[in-house]
């Protein structure tokens, strides 16, 4: 049974850092292609960030570029979220999915979803 528990989010303010945490369980992390995405609120759901499953290489949204960076610890089998120089509209639920089939560009379709951590970017 393939589970991804987010942990990681909170208050955080502007120019701050914050790291989000993905648990994933059920399946190996190296055998599926596997993201962050947020939605904030009045929006819709938005790819963040994408590893790869052919050659691991990370994806970015532009907005998030030079700021956030993934990474997946295989022995964990857990997916990070490094997020630094935070900006108020970062604002969102972020989301961690996975899917064995898709790449990191059909990532709105991903199969598996966990159930979300809020982060706020605030004074």
């Known amino acids: 049974q393939v589970q991804l528990v987010e942990s990681g989010g909170g208050l955080v303010q502007p120019g701050g850092s914050l790291r989000l945490s993905c648990a994933a369980s059920?399946?190996?992390?190296?055998?599926?292609?596997i993201g962050w995405f947020r939605q904030a609120p009045g929006k819709e759901r938005e790819g963040v960030s994408c590893?790869?499953?052919?050659?691991?290489?990370?994806h970015y949204a532009d907005s998030v570029k030079g700021r956030f960076t993934i990474t997946k610890d295989n022995t964990e089998n857990t997916l990070y979220l490094q997020m630094n120089s935070a900006k108020p509209e970062d604002t969102a639920v972020y989301y961690c999915?996975?899917?064995?089939?898709?790449?990191?560009?059909?990532?709105?379709?991903?199969?598996?979803w966990g159930q979300g951590t809020l982060v706020t970017v605030s004074e």
């Open positions: 999915a996975a899917d064995p089939w898709r790449l990191c560009h059909a990532g709105p379709q991903f199969e598996y």
């Open positions: 059920g399946f190996t992390l190296d055998d599926y292609a």
């Open positions: 590893i790869s499953s052919i050659d691991d290489s990370p």
